[in-house]
């Protein structure tokens, strides 16, 4: 599967200069929610995890994502694996389950976002699910930004990874872009252009 050219072909890969969550600077980004504005894409992903998932015996009963971000990939992949669909959501820094979704002790879970950058928000979930007695199996995302270290993978994993390493990692392809501290980015010593912010207001 060509994840770059999916994402290309929704637009869900962006080009230009781009200031970033972390402060950094870099030419692409991405748009997740673009590639997930089309169900029948959306399954193709989840239905590719969902065969990786499978062929490394990993067995779920519960698919949970982070909100916002991860809640359409997270529900197609339920879809996909047929198991049940639930999220957390942010409060107070951590996150909690709420809606009266609830976990059995024992019950199999896979963490699933969008995009898996350093895993923060990943991990907070699984710590919410795991406080309930849940166990997590795996962490599933559509594209991995190469802090974490995917099954299958061939990056090293970057200290600021904060997924747990005994536990597998799926997604579908690598999306590894350069990052400049400001002082150090080559677009803005052009002096063409500023950097803006895409994330999920643009
Ligand atoms: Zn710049």
């Not at 590719?48 to 997270?74: F, H, N, Q, S, Y």
């Amino acid at each position: 599967m060509d994840l770059e050219a999916i994402y290309k072909e929704a637009n869900a890969l962006l080009e230009g200069h781009f200031l970033l969550a972390s402060g950094n600077h870099s030419s692409r980004y991405l748009q997740s929610a673009k590639v997930l504005e089309y169900p029948k894409k959306a399954a193709l992903l989840t239905d590719e995890l969902t065969r990786m998932i499978k062929d490394a015996g990993i067995e779920a009963d519960t698919v949970c994502a982070p909100a916002l971000g991860g809640v359409l990939a997270g529900y197609e992949l339920a879809r996909s694996l047929d198991v049940r669909s639930i999220f957390v959501e942010k409060k107070d820094g951590a996150m909690e389950l709420r809606r009266g979704f609830e976990i059995t002790p024992g019950e199999r879970v896979i963490i699933c976002e969008d995009i898996i950058t350093t895993g923060g928000s990943a991990l907070k979930a699984a710590k919410a699910i795991e406080a309930l007695g849940g166990k997590i199996v795996a962490f599933a995302s559509l594209a991995n930004r190469g802090f974490c270290k995917r099954v299958g993978g061939s990056n090293d994993i970057k200290p600021e990874c904060a997924l747990p390493k005994d536990i597998p990692f799926f997604a579908i392809d690598d999306f590894i872009f350069e990052m400049y501290a400001p002082q150090e980015c080559p677009m803005c010593k052009e002096g063409k252009t500023e950097a803006i912010k895409p994330g999920s207001k643009g």
